[in-house]
Antibody, heavy 119, light 108 residues
Framework: MQLVESGGGLVRPGGSLRLSCAAS????????FNWVRQAPGKGPEWISYINTGGDDTYYSESVKGRFTISRDNAKNSLILQMNSLRAEDTAVYYCAREWVVPTIGFDLWGQGTPVIVSS | EIVLTQSPGTLSLSPGESVTLSCRAS??????FAWYQQKPGQAPRLLIF???NRATGIPARFSGSGSGTDFTLTINNLEPEDFAVYYC??????????FGQGTKLEIK
């Protein structure tokens, strides 16, 4: 079982990035997923959630209106579209699988993809 | 937003010792509560969910307890691989959730 993120990189303030998370080794469409980010030297910060069908989503206040989570169950992939990026969005971004709904616990994480927002 | 405060910030211990890490919530929360271990350059690893249930493959020396605003993670007989940063997480308003700022467990 694994999750592999991609799409991170260096972007200027105000720019956009699209992160992907490819899942393998388990039945993707039976799990809810989250995006979590971690700034250098800081604890993790939850930013978004999506349910199995992709029709129920949540966002933290820090990214609401700028980021969009989606999934393609046919392709076993999770997406995070990030717009209007700011310096404070600089972090390693992880996709994480929800283990036991509705109690909290992310049992499978990707290796992370770094996002740097700088001019 | 519910704030989780972990204490202490850093602990220095030796292998073989036991330790209890604390996490206090800013308000009473449910048992939707988890603990993670993170090593440098790695993603967090789920240790405990629902406050006291060990995740798959987690050794019995790890145990979680607590309710209300105070939660603890106990590690008995520390192994060299246990020295890492530990984070708590609450999901009282699931799926919204927050993490603590972490406790670093270092080798004395």
């Amino acid at each position: 079982m694994q999750l592999v993120e991609s799409g991170g990189g260096l972007v200027r303030p105000g720019g956009s990035l699209r992160l992907s998370c490819a899942a393998s080794g388990f039945v993707f469409n039976t799990f809810d997923f989250n995006w979590v980010r971690q700034a250098p030297g800081k604890g993790p910060e939850w930013i978004s959630y999506i349910n199995t069908g992709g029709d129920d989503t949540y966002y933290s206040e820090s990214v609401k209106g700028r980021f969009t989570i989606s999934r393609d169950n046919a392709k076993n992939s999770l997406i995070l579209q990030m717009n209007s990026l700011r310096a404070e969005d600089t972090a390693v971004y992880y996709c994480a699988r929800e283990w036991v709904v509705p109690t909290i616990g992310f049992d499978l994480w990707g290796q992370g993809t770094p996002v740097i927002v700088s001019s | 937003e519910i704030v989780l405060t972990q204490s202490p910030g850093t602990l220095s211990l030796s292998p073989g010792e036991s330790v209890t890490l604390s996490c206090r919530a800013s308000q009473t929360i449910s048992s939707s509560f988890a603990w993670y271990q993170q090593k440098p350059g790695q993603a967090p690893r789920l240790l405990i969910f629902a406050a006291s249930n060990r995740a798959t493959g987690i050794p019995a020396r790890f145990s979680g307890s607590g309710s209300g605003t105070d939660f603890t993670l106990t590690i008995n007989n520390l192994e060299p691989e246990d020295f890492a940063v530990y984070y708590c997480q609450q999901g009282n308003n699931w799926p919204r959730n927050t993490f603590g700022q972490g406790t670093k467990l270092e080798i004395k």
